[in-house]
């Protein structure tokens, strides 16, 4: 079943929602390499909550799923990241193996198989929630695209969905 027909159906709308009283105490963006979305999704993040006292202490990070760690932000995510006035110079790669997931951990994936690729790194019953980034909001999408190896233009109309996504999840946290 292609993507889009799981979306219509419904498969995907426990992954689009936080549950009621689920206040997470750490959001993880989790992408393919962790050098373009997920680490653009955690300095956005990280910037409109420090501009929202109203927010709480959230822990912001992110991380990879096929990555080696340690490496540096694509250079095209950071220049394009700069002309938005975000900072991913010093970014570093981590893999998801690196990273213990513990309870009320608010798990953010930017495409559906990411869901079932996280399996083996969540305990039965520890707490975590998965939400799909695109599938927040009204403009529902089930995935949004890599742009590794994209020209500008694709970085920036990601960036545009990454932040318009997480505008309404701030609202959440």
Do not use: W
Not at 42 to 61: C, M, P, Q, R, T
Not at 85 to 109: F, N
Not at 117 to 126: D, R
């Amino acid at each position: 079943m292609t993507e889009y027909l799981c979306m219509v159906v419904g498969l995907y709308k426990r992954y689009s929602i936080l549950p009621l009283g689920f206040s997470p105490k750490r959001v993880i963006f989790i992408c393919k390499g962790n050098v373009c979305r997920s680490v653009y999704a955690e300095a956005y993040l990280k910037n409109v909550l420090s501009k929202d006292d109203s927010s709480g202490k959230v822990e912001i990070i992110s991380c990879g799923l096929a990555t080696d760690g340690n490496t540096p932000a694509n250079p095209t995510a950071k220049d394009v990241a700069a002309g938005r006035r975000l900072d991913l110079q010093g970014h570093k790669s981590t893999r998801i193996q690196d990273v213990a997931l513990r309870e009320s951990d608010l798990l953010v994936v930017m495409e559906p198989y990411m869901v079932k690729a996280l399996q083996p790194y969540q305990k039965n019953g520890s707490g975590t929630h998965i939400l799909i980034l695109g599938m927040l909001g009204e403009n529902k999408t089930p995935n949004i695209p890599d742009p590794y190896g994209k020209e500008v233009a694709v970085f920036n109309e990601v960036f545009d969905t990454i932040e318009l996504k997480l505008d309404i999840l701030q609202k959440s946290l």
